[in-house]
């Protein structure tokens, strides 16, 4: 249901867009997480469906930002100042958290492949 693009091979400083196609029904809640070869799947942003409540983790707080196409029913995330410490495999989640799961895990039930972005020094 979900299918995640935009990835690539950066440079620090570019920026990227990452997009997400969503098909079926609207959700309560959007995140986008990455994960690091050995390391956990970390969150690193998200938001409700209108928009209205966002969150981002810190080391991205100012450089990225999660937004969502209605009409289309994508999911974006564009971000800026690239680091080396983002190069990560990134995806995308749709589904319905609660107030203290929006930034967790268990607070998607559906999940994108996945899309690589690798930010060269």
């Known amino acids: 249901q979900l299918q995640a693009s935009g990835g690539g091979l950066v440079q620090a400083g570019d920026s990227l867009r990452l997009t997400c196609v969503a098909s079926g029904r609207t959700f309560g809640g959007y995140a986008w997480f990455r994960q690091t070869p050995g390391k956990e799947r970390e969150f690193v942003a998200a938001?409700?469906?209108?928009?209205?409540?966002?969150y981002y983790t810190d080391s991205v707080k100012g450089r990225f930002s999660i937004f969502r196409d209605n009409l289309k029913n994508t999911l974006h995330l564009e971000m800026h100042t690239l680091k080396p410490e983002d190069t990560a495999v990134y995806y995308c989640?749709?589904?319905?958290?609660?107030?203290?799961?929006?930034?967790?895990?268990?607070?998607?039930?559906?999940w994108g492949q996945g899309t690589q972005v690798t930010v060269s020094s």
């Open positions: 938001a409700n469906w209108r928009g209205s409540r966002k």
């Open positions: 989640a749709a589904g319905d958290p609660v107030t203290t799961t929006f930034t967790a895990s268990e607070g998607y039930k559906y």
